[in-house]
């Protein structure tokens, strides 16, 4: 994973701990007005606990064993690498991330995409072709920053 990518999962986690207090007081409020067959307060307050729950777990998880890549190769694709590439398409530049990272709009790739994984530890002027849906394509690494 990609510094930045470790620092928006922190921020995340930050941001569900400051929520599940207040959520946990919406919880308790809606119990108490009675009948909880018909509250949907209620309902709509311990449904949105669990999901805070449920991912500040699986954040916790990922934190503790998540591995941050530098991208300090200027001279080989890495994680964190931005890339440049060129095809019969055109040029393209974007970034080697994880897979929770990948955004496409942000041209951030996956390193487990298609793409990603092709050009991983490949060199600037190196050419990989990767077997696409509409055929094998040829990119040629242009820049590795």
């Known amino acids: 994973m990609t510094q930045q990518g470790l620092d928006d999962l922190k921020g995340e986690e930050d941001n569900l701990i400051k929520r599940r207090p207040q959520v946990v007081i919406n919880l308790t409020n809606a119990r108490e007005q009675g009948d909880l067959s018909e509250n949907a307060g209620y309902h709509a307050a311990k449904e949105e606990l669990g999901k805070i729950d449920s991912r500040l777990k699986e954040l916790h998880h990922i934190l503790r064993f998540v591995k941050v890549s530098t991208g300090d190769s200027k001279s080989e694709v890495t994680m964190g690498a931005t890339v440049e590439i060129e095809s019969k398409a055109g040029?393209?530049?974007?970034?080697?991330?994880?897979?929770?990272?990948?955004?496409?709009?942000?041209?951030?790739i996956s390193d487990s995409s298609p793409i990603g994984a092709a050009l991983l530890g490949k060199k600037i002027g190196e050419t990989v072709k990767v077997d696409m849906p509409a055929g094998k394509i040829s990119y040629k690494i242009i820049d590795v920053s």
Do not use: G, L
């Open 91 to 108: 040029k393209n530049k974007f970034t080697i991330v994880s897979a929770m990272e990948a955004n496409p709009a942000k041209s951030k």
